[in-house]
């Protein structure tokens, strides 16, 4: 994930609405979200390296990750695959924290990475940039390719998006998916120095990414209750073309996925 902006009310009747963007190079092999073979793990997958971006399970854990964009510093030599760390916390049993705590003494083998680790009680962040992980309280966050709640200009746009959605008395999916559907680049002054080019920076600045090599691949919209979950993910092809549909919802009570429903049908 590139972007991805989240309110997190643990003690609520809809305790997670969140919804993600996946940049990367249309070249990079992709399935879409789908439950995994022999697994309670409904998630894409990079068909490259293996592992995932975004993952859930049936009983509402889950795991969101976002690299770190710095051109200034070189990457581990044969670095482990960061997109495996969504699914080692889902297999793991692991609580949020307990994961993060484990996983904190492994981080210098990564390349650089930013870690959304949630269930139902907890919601945690590590990032392999700082020394210690994160309890989030309730709140509105945002996440990038930086720290959380950095103060790029498409978390910003992303943040005030969603508070906005969120006053409405009922949020769908269509309405998460259509927050970071947004293309506004920021002015050459509000961009962030990540150590590359400024071409590439202008290209990254806007929610949703389109190019003709490298642009936004999915969006995933997640509506995490107490009684079970909703995910929608919409997949975008070559230069932003709309592709297809995953729609799943899940019971606690019943660990079972009915039919995809359409668009317009989905809570």
């Not at 609405?17 to 697994?39: I, K, S």
């Not at 949020?96 to 945690?124: E, I």
């Not at 998460?176 to 990540?194: R, V």
């Amino acid at each position: 994930m590139c972007l991805i902006v989240f309110q997190w009310q643990p003690a609520s009747d809809c305790p997670l609405y969140l919804v993600a963007n996946r940049d990367e190079f249309y070249a990079r092999p992709t399935q879409p979200a789908h439950w995994w073979p022999g697994e309670a793990i409904w998630a894409g997958k990079d068909l490259q390296a293996g592992g995932s971006w975004l993952a859930i399970d049936q009983q509402g854990r889950w795991a969101a990750l976002t690299n770190i964009r710095d051109g200034r510093r070189r990457a581990p030599t044969q670095a482990p695959s960061r997109g495996e760390l969504v699914l080692q916390f889902l297999r793991s049993g692991q609580s949020p924290w307990q994961f993060a705590k484990q996983l904190q003494a492994q981080l210098a083998a990564y390349a650089g990475f930013n870690l959304l680790l949630g269930d139902r009680q907890q919601l945690c962040f590590l990032s392999s940039t700082e020394p210690e992980p994160r309890l989030l309280g309730s709140g509105l966050y945002s996440l990038s390719n930086a720290s959380l709640n950095s103060r790029w200009p498409k978390q910003q746009r992303a943040e005030q998006a969603l508070q906005q959605t969120l006053q409405q008395p009922a949020v769908v999916h269509a309405q998460l998916q259509g927050l970071l559907l947004d293309e506004q680049p920021a002015a050459d002054e509000q961009l962030p120095d990540t150590g590359v080019a400024l071409a590439w920076e202008r290209l990254l600045s806007p929610c949703f990414i389109r190019s003709a090599d490298y642009g936004t691949r999915s969006t995933t919209s997640l509506i995490l209750q107490q009684q079970g979950w909703s995910a929608l993910e919409q997949t975008h092809g070559v230069a932003g073309q709309t592709e297809g549909q995953q729609y799943v919802t899940q019971s606690y009570s019943h660990p079972c996925s009915p039919p995809h429903s359409p668009l317009g049908n989905i809570a």
